[in-house]
């Protein structure tokens, strides 16, 4: 059968490798729903929607999809709602599915090597960007203080590298063996770094933050056994080479940040990139539809109705815009109070599970789901009610909870 010979690793980490060209990564999205399906109506002993991984992320879709569902009552443009929660629904499929191909230990390392390897590559081609003006598929970069990279024409690929940060540090530490291994993924770590820093977002440098320090801080109060000589030494490694790296690029923008303390309004609308009218027109449509909110996506469809007095900020929109460029906003403004606390209690399930679980089945889970979170909470760039950005989202929690599973099989034998 198919589903007997596509090893567990290849489809995730195909849907990864195809997300910077367009729509082709719902190409393998497809592929592992359908073959979902196919393993139900066969119904083949290995999926069992009722064990225990497989309830946990039914609940914590339910927690991200129900408040989409509740929301249709009081769309605003009840097509395009419907259109964005109907396309959601199949990934409840895909989850199980990767909680069924990824029950084997051996699968999910593949896994994390093909991130490295396909984010690596991703990297390289942003510096080839940086000192030759295109990438490798003739790009241009996004503008002058943007490194775009595979990404091109889109500002994309400093929010995804940072999402998946966390995922790809983990997997250079465990491969880290002696001194000589250790310098080549520290150098790659570098690179992952410079790299989301001359990718020009702030969104991207604070979840960059975020995500490195997050992680650094749970590896070391997991393993108490870390020699620090190593680990001074990887610092230097990460802090000079990539601050080498980002220097060989206007980033001047960034200087800005530190203007915001004791700014006015304008001030800081202008340091935000103009979003300030969005926070606000999303605050408005919040307190109008506080329960249950627009329906997903209706941000857009009513912003006229809610945006600013012209002239108070900077920036005008005046045929508005997609989504108000801060996740929780959204959240709150499209699916109300009840989308908002069902991705705290989502996220804080996905936390409490970690407790449960051995210190090496933490350090493989922790990376996947506070990649997750970081794409959530702090996310003032991408929205989240796109299916772009909310399938990388899912597919870094169901693979998080795939690694969470309490046997840790070591035979590939029914990974697939």
Known sequence: MITQRIPGWLLPAAYLFLLPFGNLFILPLVLMATICL????RKIPTVSFWENENKFCAMVFGLIWVPMLVSLVDAINLKHSFQSTLSVLPMILIGIYLIDALENQKERQ????????????????????????????????????????????????????????????????????????????????A??????????SRTALLMMILSSTGWLIYVISLIRSISWRKMITVCAIVIVTSGYLASQHSNAHLTQITDIMGADMKTVDRISSGR??????????????????????????????????????????????????????EIA??????????????????????????????????????????????NV???????????????????????????????????S
């Open 381 to 415: 760039g991408k929205a989240f009610y796109s299916f772009f950005w909310m399938s990388l989202v899912l597919w870094m929690i169901f693979i998080g909870i795939a690694n969470s599973r309490t046997e840790n099989k070591t035979t590939a034998g029914s990974a």
């Open 333 to 378: 403004s499209e699916t109300g109070s009840i989308g908002l606390i069902c991705i705290f209690v989502a996220v804080y399930f996905l936390f409490t599970r970690l407790k449960l679980l051995l210190t090496p089945e933490k350090l493989n889970t922790f990376p996947w789901v506070y990649g997750a979170a970081i794409a959530i909470i702090p």
């Open 191 to 200: 690179i992952y770094i410079a790299v989301i820093i001359l990718s020009g």
């Open 38 to 41: 196919v393993r139900f109506y």
């Open 110 to 189: 593949k896994l994390v090597m093909a991130i490295i390897v396909i984010t690596t590559l991703w990297c390289l081609d942003a510096l080839y960007q940086l000192f030759h003006g295109t990438n490798i598929l003739g790009y241009p970069t996004w503008d002058p203080t943007h490194l775009s990279g595979i990404f091109s024409p889109k500002p994309t690929l400093g929010l995804v590298l940072a999402v998946v940060l966390p995922v790809v540090l983990e997997g250079l530490r465990s491969i880290t063996t002696g001194w000589r291994i250790m310098i080549i993924t520290s150098l790659i770590a």
């Open 276 to 329: 300030i009218p969005l926070w606000e027109t999303a605050g408005r449509i919040y307190l109008d539809h506080w329960i249950n909110g627009i329906g997903p996506r209706g941000f857009r469809h009513i912003y006229n109705e809610y945006k600013p007095i012209e002239g108070k900020y900077n920036h005008e929109y005046h045929y508005g815009s997609t989504h108000p460029h801060f996740v929780l906003l």
